[in-house]
């Protein structure tokens, strides 16, 4: 059993895609261990992010992380990092619609900086983000 962190971005909250977004991966088998509605500060937005500090599009993915609310969740299941990763799709929503059309950030994002959703992308990363996010108390058994 694996678990991952997943953040519904404020573009795909703001559009109303929530329930939907959450409803497939409970279809997909997964187990939601936690879950929370929050906005990010800037602060909190650079460090959760700041495996990216130098990458150029650093300073315009916090101003998004922190232009609204978003849901962040943990999931767990068997190769959970990788079936998530799967199911959201590539980074860049347009390319998404089509080599992924069914994915999440095909059917939510708008492009590759508006994606709609977060995951982690490997153990360490899921090891780094969960409990940035949440406290051991927030995680059901
Ligand atoms: P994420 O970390 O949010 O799950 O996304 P990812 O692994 O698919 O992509 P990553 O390379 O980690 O980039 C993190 C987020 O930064 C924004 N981005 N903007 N304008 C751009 O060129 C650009 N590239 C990346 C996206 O919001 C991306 O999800
Ligand atoms: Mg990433």
């Given amino acids: 059993m694996e678990r991952t962190l997943i953040i519904i971005k404020p573009d795909a909250f703001q559009k109303g895609a929530t ?11 997964f187990r939601i261990l936690a879950m929370k509605l929050f906005r990010f500060s800037k602060e909190q937005a650079e460090k959760f992010y700041i495996v ?3 990458r150029p599009f650093y300073s315009e993915l916090v101003e998004f992380m922190t232009s609204g609310p978003v849901v962040a969740c943990v999931l767990e299941g068997e190769n959970a990092i990788k079936r998530v990763r799967d ?5 860049d929503s ?3 619609r089509r080599v992924a059309p069914s994915s999440i950030r095909a059917l939510f994002g708008t492009d590759k900086g508006k994606n709609a ?6 153990k360490e990363s899921a090891d780094y983000e969960i409990p940035f996010i949440f406290s051991r108390l927030e995680l059901v058994e």
């Fill in 117 to 122: 959703i977060h995951a982690s992308d490997s």
């Fill in 19 to 29: 329930g939907k977004i959450i409803d497939r991966f409970i279809e997909e088998g």
């Fill in 87 to 91: 199911i959201i799709g590539p980074t």
């Fill in 94 to 96: 347009e390319e998404a």
């Fill in 52 to 54: 990216h500090k130098d």
